[in-house]
């Protein structure tokens, strides 16, 4: 959904577009915008019942069609309103999709490596956003309507892949095993570790997905919006907040902005050309970062740099002496290069893995419609705002960049998801093993028992695939127990 982020604000200052549309004023310009996110909002938050009933891997399939079926009604339009109506559709299909994947990419990704993935789909995300400004700027050059047609159609494109690739993906294993389908959740654990049943790795964290699963079960563990409320509550506040406060630091008009600093028409797009590369180019690093520095440090040392370049945007546009174009591109590279690397992947992430399994859905799609509800808002006040405060605008962001350092993030790097509860307190950690620096705790525990496995203690499988149906999983989990290793077994349906 990058790309339908991006694709708007480099068409709203093409004379063919304005043409169009008889010249919309600030508050059409930015409800035409901003729409969208009413739609995301509104099925972002049905995104979590709809995840939990169909499973993740069909909500992604729906959300993509919805996305397909609001381009062709944006490319097609034949005026204001119904562009607005097309806006909305997509709108549906963002809010969907900006819900469940990052469920699905948590839920499939190794405790080791899951913050670095989810930094790889952002960066998706965000090629999907460079490649929609390169588009408009290139399109630009069209001297007819197409020059705006053909960019919302290429969105089209773009959505039917991902209806067509989701369709080949395997289901999320912890909502297989959370509804029963046992066999199924091991095999695709098995496969995202190399396809073998008997897998070391595979069937240990099976076990521990089944545990947690079964064991919530056993404390009669509610999975309603008031139970979440209730007993999450500070979990979901911080998931809510993260993602608010990453739409509060940042703005999506880069063409009105470096056609206010100076910038005009054409050039202003291809200044955002440029921005948008380097914002591309400052995802990568949180790859390799996010599983060593964790999330804390990323996000405060991105909200410095923030605060500072907002700050120095405004005080240049406020000057306004002949170097203010150039001095304002480059602060504004530096804002989005620091926003790449902090406040824009990682909140995704951090509402996606501190939540458990039994709302886990349901928490995501609260933070991601506060993402989509503070986008909005951002999205129809910024051209009023531009006009009417001007300068002032920069260093308000940069007020909420000082501001997130009064939340307090715990630190989750490393840590496995059924893990989470220890990070909050909420458990007294494992085998007497304290809270502080808890993520290299369980790593550490986690390689020793696998370093201490052997054939004898893990029982081989007797059969092909297809003889394994009977859903006793019991029967292909087994471990002995062995003096100085932590016991795996686990407790079965009829205990529980």
Known sequence: FGYDQGVMSGLITGPNFLAFFNKLDSFQLGTMVAVLEIGAFLTSIAAGRIGDIIGRRITLFC?????VVGGAVQTFTTGYEVMVLGRVLSGFGVGLLSTIVPIYQSEVSPPSHRGALACMEFTGNIFGYACSVWIDYFCSFISSNLSWRVPLFIQCVIGAILAAGSLFIPESPRWLIDTGRDDEGMRVIADLHGGYLEDHEAVAEFREIKDKVMADRHSGEKRTYKHMWKRYKRRVLLAMSALAFSQLVWWTYYELFFTEAGWIGRDAILMTGINAIIYL???????????RWGRRAILLSGAVVMAIALTATGWWMWIDVPQTPQAVVVSVIIFNAAFGYSWGPIPWLYASEILPLTIRAKGVSLSTATNWAFNY????????????????????????????FFLGYPETKGVPLEEMDAVF????????????????????????EHDADDEETIAPLKGSHEEIGNGSWKAWTHRQNRPGSRSYTPINDEEA
């Open 377 to 404: 808002v951002v999205g129809e006040l910024t051209p009023v705002l531009q006009e009417t405060i001007a300068w002032r605008l920069y260093p308000m962001h940069g007020g909420f960049c000082i501001a997130s």
């Open 425 to 448: 307190g909420e458990e007294g950690g494992k085998d007497g093993f304290p809270l502080h620096d808890y993520s290299e705790q369980v790593a550490l525990v986690n390689r020793e």
């Open 281 to 291: 180019l400052s995802t990568i690093p949180t790859w390799y970062l996010v599983d």
């Open 63 to 67: 959300g993509a069609v919805l996305f």
